[in-house]
T-cell receptor, first 110, second 120 residues
Framework: GQQLNQSPQSMFIQEGEDVSMNCTSS?????WLWYKQEPGEGPVLLIA?????ELTSNGRLTAQFGITRKDSFLNISASIPSDVGIYFC??????????FGPGTRLSVLP | EAGVAQSPRYKIIEKRQSVAFWCNPI?????LYWYQQILGQGPKLLIQ????????DSQLPKDRFSAERLKGVDSTLKIQPAKLEDSAVYLC??????????????????FGQGTRLTVV
């Protein structure tokens, strides 16, 4: 079946630094979604992307839908302690289901 | 707007016992998903409903797992009998529509807080 890979698996950064993470797939998706999950909570939708090449921002978060439709990137600028959590990408094709990556665990050091 | 509601939040059972989880999706959302999330992994789809019909249950271990959405609104997921490897967080999600949707809004899935199951 379809599988997504996320990198890095985990990262430790200093507060105020920018963060970049990506998600890759061997197959094409029509929609990319980025979620954040905090301990004991369900994933919360951050950004949704619908078109190859699309660049979308949500506050300090920016995500891009890769031109090949096989990847997506998420950037967080000027990280703060509350950015801590696991970031999941999910790919979606019409008529199919959401496929989730294994997540990138972000830790922010004060 | 109220989010996806799930209960219970936590459940501890012994292996071979049965357990049931409940989910109430966002009002008006036709599509409901049950996901299993094992510690350290991303959510894995168990079953997808479109209204009260099953769209995809290919990854549901049907010898022990069952799910229903009789009236096309809330849903229950049951495990009987439970095994140690069933310990996980069970997440429910809903979207306006899933299969065949071409609208941007329809393809966004919203999750509940999940039920953490521990099988001992």
């Amino acid at each position: 079946g379809q599988q997504l890979n996320q990198s890095p698996q985990s990262m430790f950064i200093q507060e105020g630094e920018d963060v970049s993470m990506n998600c890759t797939s061997s197959s094409i998706f029509n929609t990319w979604l980025w979620y954040k999950q905090e301990p004991g909570e369900g994933p919360v939708l951050l950004i949704a992307l619908y078109k190859a090449g699309e660049l979308t921002s949500n506050g300090r978060l920016t995500a891009q839908f890769g031109i090949t439709r096989k990847d997506s990137f998420l950037n967080i600028s000027a990280s703060i302690p509350s950015d801590v959590g696991i970031y999941f990408c999910a790919g979606y094709n019409y008529g199919q289901n959401f496929v989730f990556g294994p997540g990138t665990r972000l830790s922010v050091l004060p | 707007e109220a989010g996806v509601a799930q209960s219970p939040r936590y459940k501890i059972i012994e292996k071979r016992q049965s357990v049931a989880f409940w989910c109430n999706p966002i009002s008006g959302h036709a599509t409901l998903y049950w996901y299993q999330q094992i510690l350290g992994q991303g959510p894995k789809l168990l079953i997808q409903f479109q209204n009260n019909g099953v769209v995809d249950d290919s990854q549901l271990p049907k010898d022990r797992f069952s799910a229903e959405r009789l009236k096309g609104v809330d849903s229950t997921l049951k495990i009987q009998p439970a095994k140690l490897e069933d310990s996980a967080v069970y997440l429910c999600a809903s979207s306006l529509a899933g299969t065949g949707a071409s609208s941007k809004v329809n393809t966004e899935a919203f999750f509940g807080q999940g039920t953490r199951l521990t099988v001992v």
